[in-house]
């Protein structure tokens, strides 16, 4: 079993910055992707950003060059850096990890983010 807990949501103004964080622990396989998935309400789950554990990214097209994602595999941590927010980034983040191939996915709580206007 893998735990996930995020931490870092809360309320920003339209432009404002958030730096998400993300813990795992338990049994943490090592060829993974960790990352970040959002969702808004009365939407589907979607995805954010994510990272290999050798450092391969994978960004949604509404959040690039706004969004950063970067983990330390010492600490099994996983972060995303959000700049220049907008209304329609709210929503509850989640962090998952999964193995490169095949697998369980594994999912935290997730995270409030409310961007006002």
């Known amino acids: 079993q893998v735990q996930l807990v995020e931490s870092g949501g809360g309320l920003v103004q339209v432009g404002g910055s958030l730096r998400l964080s993300c813990a795992a622990s338990?049994?943490?396989?090592?060829?993974?992707?960790m990352g970040w998935y959002r969702q808004a309400p009365g939407k589907q789950r979607e995805l954010v950003a994510t990272?290999?554990?050798?450092?391969?990214?994978n960004y949604a097209d509404s959040v690039k060059g706004r969004c950063s994602i970067s983990r330390d595999n010492a600490k099994n941590m996983v972060y995303l850096q959000m700049n220049s927010l907008k209304p329609e980034d709210s929503g509850v983040y989640y962090c998952?990890?999964?193995?490169?191939?095949?697998?369980?996915?594994?999912w935290g709580k997730g995270t409030l983010v409310t961007v006002s206007s």
């Open positions: 990272m290999t554990f050798v450092g391969n990214t």
């Open positions: 998952n990890i999964r193995p490169i191939v095949g697998g369980m996915n594994y």
């Open positions: 338990g049994s943490i396989f090592r060829s993974n992707v």
